[in-house]
């Protein structure tokens, strides 16, 4: 999967964020890949400020008290 292959990549990439929320990996229609987790990747990131979120009906609520005029949520 893209997950998979680009795990290095992802790794780095959120270092100028100010905070970083991973959500469950979407498969796609794909088999889960053992050891290729949301928990893994938000654990293994090279941030210090990052955390798994997992799916709820509540991830609205959650991010909006992290975000002001100007944030930028992706």
Known sequence: SR???CWHDFLSA???ADEVF?????AA????IPGITSEKM???LKHTNASYLPKSDLIGAKFAK???SG????
Do not use: K, Q
């Open 3 to 5: 997950t998979e292959s």
């Open 14 to 16: 959120f270092s100028l």
């Open 22 to 26: 991973i959500g469950d990996i979407y």
């Open 29 to 32: 229609g794909e088999a889960p």
């Open 42 to 44: 938000a654990a293994e």
């Open 66 to 68: 992290h975000l002001s």
């Open 71 to 74: 944030s930028v949520f992706i």
